[in-house]
């Protein structure tokens, strides 16, 4: 898996994070893993739960704002979070994601919260080949 790092000093009511992958599906996976990283302790999710997400959006950068912001929309809708996924993009423009994510509901007596994502904004938004591999900036409205 990638790697990601909360960054204190990017917005004041906002959570950033700086999200690295060797690849790009495995920069999608590590995104979905941050985000429900930032929503809650995932070691404390009800039992697994799986579901297949399909997305499609005209440019890869806006693939990763429709990707979090899906989550997003689930954990609010549901009361599910998924901090792992396994993903393929295809395409060229459109892209293509199709992504089976595992997770769990939030329970109020077992689930330990963290912070309330309402959704992705596009301050510093940005996503990026770097050598190789893909990096993002992604700045979350809490």
Known sequence: MGRYV???DIALA???????????????????AA???????????????DQEIVLEAPELD?????WLSEL???????????????VRITGAGPYRLA???EGGAIDPGRTALGADPKAVTFHQFA??????AWHARVVIDI
Not at 62 to 66: A, E, W
Not at 72 to 85: C, E, N, Q, T, Y
Not at 127 to 132: E, H, S
């Open 6 to 8: 909360f960054l204190d």
């Open 14 to 32: 906002d959570c950033a994070v700086d999200i690295d992958g060797d690849s790009l599906e495995d920069l999608f996976e590590t995104a979905a």
């Open 35 to 49: 985000l429900a990283a930032l929503m809650v302790d995932p070691a404390t999710l009800a039992p697994a739960d």
């Open 62 to 66: 806006m693939l990763l704002y429709d």
């Open 72 to 86: 997003i929309f689930l954990k609010d809708r549901d009361s599910r979070v998924f901090p792992r996924a396994h």
């Open 99 to 101: 992504a089976r994510v």
């Open 127 to 132: 996503l990026r080949p770097v050598n190789g």
